[in-house]
């Protein structure tokens, strides 16, 4: 008999791809403390949205998890403001990070004013050291 946990077919490429990107992006948002239930739902919104994206255009897979933390970005702006805010630049105005590249593999949270890599798309937590971004 099957053990009804353990699956009989291998999971779906598209699947692990959009779980990889959502589980990412909910990492850099629970390590703000920002992921709320209304923000938790724009990041499945998202992903909604990237599965018919990469369902057309299969080889842009690579790219999801970026383009999730873009799409998530540009509704928390809309709504709650900048975020993440940069943890680097300790004076002047607060901005907030950029993922670069902005379509590509490899997506990382990126601040152009100091011109330095933060941190890589899921690993906010380290770079803040758990603080808030928000």
């Known amino acids: 008999m099957d053990d009804p946990l353990t699956p009989s077919s291998p999971v779906d490429p598209l699947e692990r791809t959009l779980h990889t990107a ?3 992006v909910l990492a850099d948002l629970a390590s703000g403390e920002v992921a709320a239930a ?3 739902s724009m990041v499945e919104d998202s992903v909604v949205q990237r599965r018919w994206w990469v369902e057309q255009w299969p080889e842009g897979a690579a790219y999801v998890a970026g383009l999730v933390a873009q799409d998530v970005q540009d509704a928390l702006l809309e709504s709650h403001g900048r975020w993440p805010l940069c943890p680097v630049c300790g004076s002047g105005d607060p901005h907030a990070l950029e993922v670069e590249p902005e379509l ?3 997506p990382h949270w ?7 890599k933060v941190a890589s798309v899921g690993s906010l937590r380290a770079a803040t050291g758990g603080a ?3």
């Open 38 to 40: 209304d923000v938790v």
């Open 22 to 24: 959502r589980a990412l």
């Open 132 to 134: 808030s971004t928000s």
């Open 110 to 116: 990126v601040c152009h004013k100091a011109g330095v």
């Open 104 to 106: 590509g593999p490899d």
